[in-house]
T-cell receptor, first 114, second 110 residues
């Protein structure tokens, strides 16, 4: 049971390049989400999904796209990278039926945009 | 939207000391979790505690949902407790949108 996995661990992009951050979970959780963490701050929600085919925006969705074709995977796409997207990105998952809604996080992807 | 405030922002302890971290939130919540982010950036689940009291070893947490706050107690602190402690809540209204506090940065001196 690997939990939540993210790839890559580190990535450097040039301004204007696109890329996809991968996230997978093996806990059969319906809910998955992406966050970004900037230095000295808490995490901010980018996008989330409550099941395959269902996605919605969080606090800071601009510049990012998501899709959810399977329960296990929830990739995050940067369409045209900007220096303001330099951050650490975390993926998380949790069940949406009780008794617990505890959220589990992946190890993070550190992204630098030059 | 909901506001989540954590205090204190920074805390320095001598090894062996006890501490209390606080999380205030401005609206009713369905879910509340405490996390420890270690110096390597990993987020470690401490407690899922939308209400009530839980204990796990030297750590315990209490959430009083009706008064909109949660407390995290660390007893007999160790250097490995250093890092940032985050409170994260999911409002009762507004869907599945988790909001994090800014965190309490803890340094435990040997």
């Amino acid at each position: 049971n690997a939990g939540v996995t993210q790839t890559p661990k580190f990535q450097v992009l040039k301004t204007g390049q696109s890329m996809t951050l991968q996230c997978a979970q093996d806990m059969n959780h319906e809910y998955m989400s992406w966050y970004r963490q900037d230095p000295g701050m808490g995490l901010r929600l980018i996008h989330y999904s409550v099941g395959a085919g269902i996605t919605d925006q969080g606090e800071v969705p601009n510049g990012y796209n998501v899709s959810r074709s399977t329960t296990e995977d929830f990739p995050l796409r940067l369409l045209s990278a900007a220096p303001s997207q330099t951050s650490v990105y975390f993926c998380a998952s949790r069940p949406i039926a009780g008794p617990s809604y505890e959220q589990y996080f992946g190890p993070g992807t550190r992204l630098t945009v030059t | 939207g909901i506001q989540v405030e954590q205090s204190p922002p920074d805390l320095i302890l001598q090894e062996g000391a006890n501490s209390t971290l606080r999380c205030n939130f401005s609206d009713s919540v369905n879910n509340l979790q405490w996390f420890h982010q270690n110096p390597w950036g990993q987020l470690i689940n401490l407690f899922y505690i939308p209400s009530g009291t839980k204990q796990n070893g030297r750590l315990s947490a209490t959430t009083v949902a009706t008064e909109r706050y949660s407390l995290l107690y660390i007893s007999s602190s160790q250097t490995t407790d250093s890092g940032v402690y985050f409170c994260a809540v999911e409002p009762s209204t507004g869907g599945f949108k988790t909001i994090f506090g800014a965190g309490t940065r803890l340094f435990v001196k040997a």
